[in-house]
C-alpha cells in the first residue's frame, strides 16, 4: 500500500473556507465597531471637545452596528447625551443629542 503525504485539494479548500467565514465574522465588527474606545478616551474627548463640564460616564448603551449612547454626568449634577459614531476606523465621533 501506498502511503499518503500531504493534503488533498478538498481538504485545504475546507480549511481555507473555515478560515474566511472566520475572518469574515471578526473583521465586520472591527470595521463598525466600538470595541477599541476606553471610557477614558471617551470621557477626554467630550472634556476637550465638547464639554469641559463632564465630569464622569454614567451611562452606555453600546451597539456594534450604530451609534452607541453615552451619557454623562456634568459637575452641577445634570446630564449630558452624546451619540458615540462608531463607523470611524480606529476612531470615533461624538455628536451631542441634547441635556437631560
Same mark, same amino acid.
Given at each position: 500500500?501506498?502511503?499518503?503525504?500531504?493534503?488533498?485539494?478538498?481538504?485545504?479548500?475546507?480549511?481555507? +473556507?473555515?478560515?474566511?467565514?472566520?475572518?469574515?465574522?471578526?473583521?465586520?465588527?472591527?470595521?463598525?465597531?466600538?470595541?477599541?474606545?476606553?471610557?477614558?478616551?471617551?470621557?477626554?474627548?467630550?472634556?476637550? +471637545?465638547?464639554?469641559?463640564?463632564?465630569?464622569?460616564?454614567?451611562?452606555?448603551?453600546?451597539?456594534?452596528?450604530?451609534?452607541?449612547?453615552?451619557?454623562?454626568?456634568?459637575?452641577?449634577?445634570?446630564?449630558? +447625551?452624546?451619540?458615540?459614531?462608531?463607523?470611524?476606523?480606529?476612531?470615533?465621533?461624538?455628536?451631542?443629542?441634547?441635556?437631560?
Amino acid at each position: 500500500m501506498k502511503s499518503r503525504k500531504g493534503f488533498t485539494l478538498i481538504e485545504l479548500l475546507i480549511v481555507l +473556507a473555515v478560515v474566511a467565514i472566520l475572518c469574515f465574522l471578526l473583521w465586520i465588527p472591527l470595521l463598525c465597531g466600538n470595541f477599541w474606545f476606553t471610557y477614558e478616551g471617551v470621557l477626554t474627548k467630550i472634556q476637550f +471637545a465638547e464639554n469641559p463640564e463632564a465630569e464622569k460616564i454614567v451611562d452606555v448603551n453600546r451597539n456594534v452596528y450604530s451609534y452607541s449612547e453615552i451619557t454623562v454626568r456634568n459637575k452641577d449634577g445634570s446630564n449630558s +447625551a452624546y451619540n458615540l459614531d462608531t463607523c470611524v476606523l480606529f476612531s470615533y465621533r461624538l455628536i451631542p443629542i441634547g441635556d437631560d
